[in-house]
């Protein structure tokens, strides 16, 4: 049985990047061996591994085993950072690696982003009251980081405190993060929970039954607006409509203090074949959520609230 | 080759009434017969048919099945009426055929259902401007009513008229009526389309790239509110954040003047394994979509504004 924190691992010898092949959740519990770069930019392109950080970490393990393989480490990293555009984690884990292209650096940066997630996670669960309901999109899990994860490390930790009560899990089409991966965490957590489909949140809002919405972050723009899985945006105006709080939850690799606001942030645009293979379709990956609908961004350092250009100007 | 107005048809001598089953649409284009009452309300619940008008009609062609068979009337009606719980449709039908349950009557009752259709969508167009884009969600098709539609009857005359630039059509989890239905009618009809996913109607709103939102009903209680489709209020919603109309097009039938509000439509819930079959899943199939987010509401009679509880009575 494989779990979250089998994510992705580096292996000396061979040598190769092993990933716990995130497409065939929950079926099957699979890896997915990455013998060159070139196979791990495919991989990171269609999503045996996905998630901001972890597509950061997976690309870190990616330039030691160019250096290792004797591959050219400009052409390498240049790769590795165009295999997905909206993330910017790619770009920071490369450049952190760049001096010291070793396993050992990489699994140092594996370790510190599962050590910012706990971080995050604890500080993310001062924002829960008792009983919460929380509703939490795509999947910031585990599996979208080292192992912990981001907005569901936040709901682990409120489970651990007391504080959670429900976790609505919105399904996340068109590639199912949520009732494929977020379920597959809650479930192994022993967390309650159900999914639903993403059109439903709005009436379980007007319903009362639901008390927040965490999600991750793909990239935080200076001014705070937030890049996230496609329906992040629709949650935040639901959210606002019905006056609930929604949490963004990411590391401080995910804030890019060089986009100045969300209109900056390329929005990668999916094959329409991810919905329907028999009519035309247009599939962006992501959207944007004005920081204005954000009720607070919580880091490892801590929870931060608007204005977010002061408040993130002083992490980085 | 079939098409929406090949939805549903009574057969004397067998009898039977015959379907156009839209679950294998659109890769089989594939006709169910259903021999008795029973077998009728069997397809009826594991939508076969579906959409508010649609049911009526086949509970209607039921009702002559049960006569023309000699199977007890009260007991064909009540089957029918309780086949889904959230459409008034199946009743008035039902209550229509009483005093006639005749094929012949049944076919009056489809044939007008058409024209109601017609009727709406000609009103309808008077709300469209030149080049709109216009966003809807689920079915309100030919495959919804009696082969015409009543949002898409809509968006069909509006084409015609020369006023209509796209369609954005919401995939509408968890059974992809949109995708499968919707995207199906629209290209017979040569009407510029895309499929979206559910969640990203927020995004392309913000965009700039909606001018309207086009729904049916499966009932309008006496105040206005409407429950159709789940994600229907979640549109409702976002289309009041981004200042865009939402217009309910649906037959005075679906018009339910014995429900004050919204509060009072039972909701159905569906089988959470439509959703996932490996994890716990809530999955109502409807939401109420309160009068004040409805820009309008347009029956055979014309464009209705609020107050709707003054403009509905007088309809009745």
């Known amino acids: 049985m494989l779990e979250p924190t089998d994510i992705v691992r ?3 010898g061979g040598p190769k990047v092993v990933l716990l092949d995130q497409r065939r959740l929950p079926d099957e519990e699979v890896e997915l061996e990455c013998g060159t770069v070139a196979e791990l930019v495919t991989a990171i392109r269609e999503l045996a591994i996905r998630g901001a950080p972890a597509i950061g970490i997976a690309a870190a393990y990616g330039l030691a085993l160019a250096a290792e393989r004797g591959e050219d480490l400009d052409a390498a990293a240049a790769a590795l950072a165009e295999a997905r555009p909206t993330a910017v984690n790619l770009a920071w884990a490369l450049g952190e690696m760049r001096d010291d292209p070793t396993p050992a650096h990489a699994r140092r940066l594996h370790e510190e982003e599962v050590e910012r997630c706990r971080a995050m996670a604890a500080h993310a669960a001062e924002l829960f009251g008792p009983g919460t309901r929380a509703l939490t999109h795509c999947n910031a899990g585990g599996l979208a980081t080292g192992g912990y994860g981001s907005a569901v490390g936040a709901l682990r930790a409120a489970w651990e405190r007391g504080l959670l009560a429900h ?49 991750g972050a793909d990239r935080i723009a200076a001014n705070g607006d937030t890049a996230n899985k496609i329906g992040t945006y629709s949650l935040s105006v639901l959210a606002a409509y019905h006056r609930l709080p929604l949490y963004v939850i990411a590391p401080t690799s995910s804030v890019d203090l060089a986009t100045a606001t969300g209109a900056e942030i390329p929005i990668e645009e999916r094959a329409g074949a991810e919905l329907t293979s028999r009519f035309p379709a247009r599939n962006p990956a992501f959207d944007v959520t004005p920081a204005g609908l954000i009720a607070a961004i919580v880091t490892e350092h801590g929870v931060h609230r608007a204005p977010y250009a002061d408040s993130l100007a002083m992490l980085v």
């Open 10 to 12: 580096y292996e000396e």
């Open 167 to 215: 976790v609505w899990v919105d399904e996340t089409r068109p590639l199912l993060q949520g009732s494929r991966l977020t379920a597959w965490e809650l479930e192994a957590a022993g967390i309650p929970h159900a999914v639903i489909a993403d059109s439903a949140a709005a009436a379980l809002m007007a319903g009362g039954e639901v008390d927040c919405v965490v999600t």
